[in-house]
């Protein structure tokens, strides 16, 4: 138990769905990520957040939607998805930014897209 | 070339085996992390070390700056131990991940 808690654990959805992954944190960290992890690749980040504030958008595709309502959740939007974007989506939250701090990491929704 | 490379890639053990996972790395760093990622998905922090050595339980990590290397080993393998490994080290404000060492342990 980290201390960051991600649902749902799996999700399978079409083409046209829309569908949202949700992240919460109670362990009064500033920044939240999100992150991809595909089959034989490292791990990929996608958004940051620092204290609500989205800090990073690393050239995601628009599909994706982030949305930070407070410093305690994050949400991970997905809408007219690909089927290569099946994939373990990450949350994580730090104290201050990842580079200077431990990385407490949720359980992971895997994601397939039929 | 990867700014982060790990060996070996997948790594297999006899229970009771002295295991040593190695991370290499190309960018000025302040500090290197060691995280484990069961088969469930989940990922732990195992540590995070900008000098020398750290232990805990039967888990040690050394880094060498100067070298830009980093070790993880295991003592006393347990088939509990087995998981996916990754170093991740930041540059500017963002982590880069290794792909991970991959490490069955057998009874």
């Known amino acids: 138990e980290t201390g960051v808690t991600q649902t749902p654990r799996h999700l399978v959805m079409g083409m046209t769905n829309k569908k949202s992954l949700k992240c919460e944190q109670h362990?009064?960290?500033?920044?939240m990520y999100w992150y991809k992890q595909s089959a034989k690749k490292p791990l990929e980040l996608m958004f940051v957040?620092?204290?609500?504030?989205?800090?990073e958008n690393n050239s995601v595709p628009s599909r994706f939607s982030p949305e930070c309502p407070n410093s305690s959740h994050l949400f991970l939007h997905l809408h007219t998805l690909q089927p290569e974007d099946s994939a373990l989506y990450l949350c994580?939250?730090?104290?201050?930014?990842?580079?200077?701090?431990?990385?407490?990491f949720g359980e992971g929704s895997r994601l397939t897209v039929l | 070339k990867n700014e982060v490379e790990q060996s070996p890639q997948n790594l297999t053990a006899q229970e009771g085996e002295f295991i040593t996972i190695n991370c290499s790395y190309s960018?000025?760093?302040?500090?290197l992390h060691w995280l484990q990622q069961h088969p469930g998905g989940g990922i732990v922090s195992l540590f995070m070390?900008?000098?020398g050595k750290k232990k805990h339980g039967r888990l040690i990590a050394t880094i060498n700056i100067q070298e830009k290397h980093s070790s993880l080993h295991i003592t006393a393998s347990h088939p509990r131990d087995s998981a996916v490994y990754i170093c991740?080290?930041?540059?500017?404000?963002?982590?880069?991940f290794g792909t991970g060492t991959r490490l069955q342990v057998f009874p």
């Open positions: 994580a939250s730090s104290r201050g930014l990842a580079a200077t701090g431990e990385l407490f």
């Open positions: 362990l009064g960290h500033n920044a």
């Open positions: 957040y620092n204290f609500k504030e989205q800090t």
């Open positions: 960018v000025g760093i302040s500090a």
């Open positions: 070390l900008s000098s």
């Open positions: 991740a080290v930041p540059n500017t404000d963002k982590l880069i």
